[in-house]
Structure formats: C-alpha cells, structure tokens
C-alpha cells in the first residue's frame, strides 16, 4: 500500500521567514496531494490540495509543489507570521473521492516572533 | 461552508462502557471516516464507509465498530470501552476533497 514519510518532525523558524515541509510517496498511482493544518485542540483543516496533472499551486503565502517523477511534494510557507504555528500534516490518495488518504506523520512547526 | 460536526468535544467513561461517538456532515458525500491520533502515532484509520450501510476496516478497527443508517451520519461505537481507548477521535467526510470534524476526546478511566 501506499506510505507517506514527511520531514522534518519539527520547524522552528524566526517570523518573517520561510518555511519548507517535504513529503515523500511510495505508490506511483496516487494522484492526489492534500496539506492540513491543525492547530492545538481542533481537527485539521485543509489549507491546499494538488492533483497530478499539476506542478504547482499557490493560495497567497502558501505554495505546494509537486515532482511526479521523484515521487515528492513539499509544501511552503512564505513571510510567517505566529499564527502559521501548528502540525501540518501531507497526505496522498489514488482516485479521486473514493481514495483513501494516506497520511505523513506530521511536522509541527513553531514560529517564534 | 461544508460542514463536518462531532456530537461532543470532550467525553469520560469508565472501563466497560458502550461508547458512542455521533458524526453528521452536510455535504451530501457518500464517503465518511474515523481516525484516531494519538501523540507520536499520527492519523490512524480505524473504519470507514463509501455508501449507506457500508462499512470497511481500517488500519486499527479492533475493539470498535461503526454505522451507517443514513447517508450525512456515520458513528463510531466501542463495545467495551478500554483505557487503551482514550485517544483524540476524529470523523471526516469526503467529496473531491476531505474535511474533517473539530474531534472528540475521550477519556476512559
């Protein structure tokens, strides 16, 4: 089946700068490509999705990129701010709705003012 | 808005109880999921559903069960309820994209 690895486990970073969150994928298939965010006490929240058919995407200071061919995608966070502190979790599926998720095992990441 | 509500936030039972944990979402998806998430383990999938009256397990299902009367609600039911149990619970629901619910914590003593 498919395994997700994300790295690193932990991010600190001064606020102003960027921050960068790689996940690695094992089932060429999978085609899918969500990011959530999950801030202490809630459930994750979907923050940016990409599917196969696209390199990159972006949503004001947040960017995923995707390598179909080296199996990865990272997810980047430009200009932090405080409130960008939370786990993120990647996450990749084949299909499209019937597919289910598999998840990296998160990075929290810390953004010290 | 897609909506995905937990019936609770916070739960305490005792060791032996039938527990159950309610899960209603607005969007019409016909896929519905519970994990757990424990800290250093991650998202675990205990069961899932892709239609009324459809179940499957997931990575972790012993000691649980799950039903699926009608399409919006999907609940996650321990038979016996363990410590072992006591974990962050999370329901979600899928269309083109997954949406999760604010989860549930419980806690069995």
């Known amino acids: 089946g498919e395994n997700v690895e994300q790295h690193p486990s932990t991010l600190s970073v001064q606020e102003g700068d960027s921050a960068v969150i790689k996940c690695t994928y094992s089932d060429s298939a999978s085609n899918y490509f969500p990011w959530y965010k999950q801030e202490l006490g809630k459930g994750p929240q979907l923050i940016i999705d990409i599917r196969s058919n696209v390199g990159e995407k972006k949503d004001q200071r947040i960017a995923v990129t995707l390598n179909k061919t080296a199996k990865h995608f990272s997810l980047h966070i430009t200009e932090t701010q405080p409130e960008d502190s939370a786990v993120y979790f990647c996450?990749?599926?084949?299909?499209?709705?019937?597919?289910?998720?598999?998840f990296g095992a998160g990075t929290q990441v810390v953004v010290t003012p | 808005d897609v909506k995905v509500t937990q019936s609770s936030r916070y739960l305490v039972k005792r060791t032996g109880e039938k527990v159950f944990l309610e899960c209603v979402q607005d969007m019409d998806h016909e896929n519905m999921f519970w994990y757990r998430q424990d800290p250093g383990l991650g998202l675990r999938l205990i069961y899932f559903?892709?239609?009324?009256?459809?179940?499957e397990k997931g990575d972790i299902p012993e000691g649980y069960s799950v039903s699926r009367e009608k399409k919006e609600r999907f609940s996650l039911i321990l038979e016996s309820a363990s410590t072992n149990q006591t974990s962050m619970y999370l329901c979600a629901s899928r269309g083109k994209t997954q949406y999760f619910g604010p989860g549930t914590r419980l806690l069995v003593l």
């Open positions: 559903s892709y239609d009324v009256k459809m179940k």
């Open positions: 996450a990749a599926s084949k299909g499209d709705s019937w597919g289910k998720l598999q």
